[in-house]
């Protein structure tokens, strides 16, 4: 059975500070872990009061690979878990801060999606999980972006942050220049810009830049733009909510 100290340091990591003190996050749920797996995410340790249909495979992995599998009380599961319902089932992983622009891989040569202050940790979550789909794993956040690994974005983008290959994080000035720098195409996704369905890419190296949900882009971001692109709709509400615009333009660079 786990011990109490452990039980408090874990409820702990549901907190901003201690996740990036310590560098640990909490994951729930069979399905995730099992992504954890499959992508070799450095897991610690297995904690559940509940076996489900997937837990004699958890079992077996963890057995093989000597990671611990801790008991835990209902109590104790609601203690540790984020959210109302628990699913009874976590694993503790280790997890690297985003690096600063200056840090970047030289051989990073592909597509980038960029956000430039999101701020919901569901929609970032999200547009991860579109990322993924589509194969772009290659992420820049500007300071003022949400957490990356906190709890609620990493439940909306459902294990797609383990295909993530290169995850940075540095001021959206930096971001811009390194861009332009290494001639990226930087198309910014704005209200104001050219019909998504008349857009054409000048070139197959480019960065996708989603802006914040209320305030928009940034008007760094507006300056260092190649192109501004939107997409055309029926004009019945303001906008459209940033997740479901990125999907939309990243299935379209996706095709071309």
């Not at 040569?109 to 701020?119: A, K, L, Q, T």
């Amino acid at each position: 059975m786990i011990q109490k100290k452990e039980i408090k340091y874990l409820a702990s990591l549901k907190q901003k500070k201690f996740r990036l003190i310590n560098q640990e996050i909490i994951i729930e749920g069979s399905k995730l872990i099992l992504d954890a797996i499959k992508n070799n995410q450095e897991i610690i340790k297995i904690i559940y009061c509940k076996k489900d249909e997937a837990f004699s495979k958890i079992r077996s992995w963890a057995k093989e690979h000597n990671i611990p599998l801790n008991l835990c009380s209902h109590k104790d599961a609601e203690k540790i878990s984020d959210t109302k319902n628990s699913q009874q089932i976590f694993a503790l992983l280790k997890f690297k801060l985003p690096k600063k622009i200056d840090e970047i891989d030289l051989t990073l040569n592909n597509n980038i999606i960029v956000m430039d202050g999101i701020s919901d940790p569901g929609n970032l979550g999200t547009i991860l999980r579109t990322c993924s789909w589509f194969g772009y794993n290659n992420i820049m956040l500007s300071n003022e972006c949400v957490e990356f690994n906190s709890p609620k974005t990493i439940r909306a983008a459902m294990g797609a942050h383990f295909y993530m290959k290169n995850i940075y994080k540095d001021s959206i000035q930096n971001i811009i220049k390194f861009l332009k720098q290494k001639k990226y195409e930087i198309i910014v996704a704005d209200l104001n810009g050219t019909n998504l369905n008349k857009f054409k890419l000048k070139t197959k190296k480019w960065a996708l830049i989603l802006g914040n949900e209320s305030k928009g882009i940034s008007n760094d971001s507006i300056n260092g733009a190649n192109q501004i692109i939107t997409i055309e709709g029926a004009n019945k509400i303001e906008s459209l909510n940033v997740a479901e615009a990125g999907s939309i333009i990243m299935y379209y660079l996706f095709k071309k």
